[in-house]
């Protein structure tokens, strides 16, 4: 049997007050859609450890900051269910943009420092649009446990900076960055890189291993790391580096020399399509 399937917040409601009555613990896992093992990783997570898994599948306008990349956001609704139903899901929320919006919204959730570099910087209102939109979910959901990836690290960090700031009741799961084979980040973006593309993405991946290598090193100069983290991605026209800095894990604030871990994080471009990743680097 696949999930129950909900296009409306009250007929939502309605169903998770039943399952809370009946002392579930609600699991929460927000998706774009266009689902693929990353994703299906936050559900195993979420079905692991509660007794009751949402998933919503919501393309969130105001977190485009590009209406041609929010034109072009891949959508597989019926792929989509069979991957919520091959990990036992039990309900996805998947709501039109007029249920989610219905009238423009007069307040927002203001983001600060840290959303303000990396992503912050290069999409502006990107984060101010994922923040209020994950406010409402939750706020809807009313989850126990709310899930996301790693893989969108400054999504998580700036996830949890809210929900201490306004004391939501929820604890926030960070889950693992899943990857294909050659390390290529798993992400719904991917289906629209073309063979060439395809072979030039994993480069990212590779250029913050050597940040991460570095700094396993003993090297502390974040300036000469990200230099030659750059350095290594292969001059083709079709890419473009965006950004790769090393930040501080929980504030997301640039880091000048490194004495503790960081982030590297970057961002590039093959053709048309945006990539992001990150790894995790601690001092040897
Ligand atoms: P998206 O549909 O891209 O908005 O992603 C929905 C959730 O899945 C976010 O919490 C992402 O961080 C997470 N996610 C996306 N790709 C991956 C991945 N490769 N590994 C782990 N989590 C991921």
Request: with cysteine.
């Amino acid at each position: 049997m696949g999930p129950r399937v909900f296009q409306t917040i009250p007929a939502l409601r309605v169903a998770l007050v039943e399952a809370r009555q009946a002392g579930a613990r609600i699991g929460f896992a927000p998706t774009m859609g266009a689902l693929h093992e990353g994703h299906a990783s936050l559900m195993t997570r979420a079905r692991a450890e509660c007794g009751l898994v949402v998933v919503s599948i919501f393309v969130n306008p105001t977190q485009f900051d590009k209406p041609d990349d929010l034109a072009r956001y891949p959508r597989t609704p019926e792929r989509d269910l069979a991957v919520c139903a091959s990990r036992d899901v039990d309900i996805v929320f998947a709501p039109a943009v007029e249920e989610m919006y219905p009238r423009p919204l007069e307040c927002a959730v203001e983001v600060g420092a840290t959303a303000a570099h990396l992503c912050g910087r290069a999409r502006p209102g990107h984060f101010r649009g994922v923040a209020t939109v994950v406010m409402k979910l939750l706020q809807i959901v009313q989850p126990d446990a709310a899930y996301f990836g790693e893989k969108d690290a400054q999504q998580l960090a700036v996830v949890r900076r809210m929900v201490r700031d306004f004391d939501v009741p929820v604890a926030v799961i960070g889950v693992p960055t899943v990857r294909e084979a050659d390390g290529l980040a798993m992400s719904s973006r991917n289906q629209r890189l073309g063979p060439d593309e395809r072979r030039l993405a994993p480069a990212l991946y590779q250029a913050l291993q050597r940040a991460e290598a570095m700094v396993a090193d003993g090297i502390t100069d974040a300036a000469r790391i990200t230099r030659t983290a750059l350095a290594t991605l292969p001059r083709d026209e079709r890419l473009k580096a965006e950004y790769l800095d090393l930040v501080d894990p929980d504030t997301f604030q640039p880091v000048v020399a490194v004495s503790g871990p960081v982030i590297a994080a970057g961002a590039i471009r093959v053709g048309s399509t945006r990539l992001i990743d990150n790894v995790r680097c601690v001092p040897g």
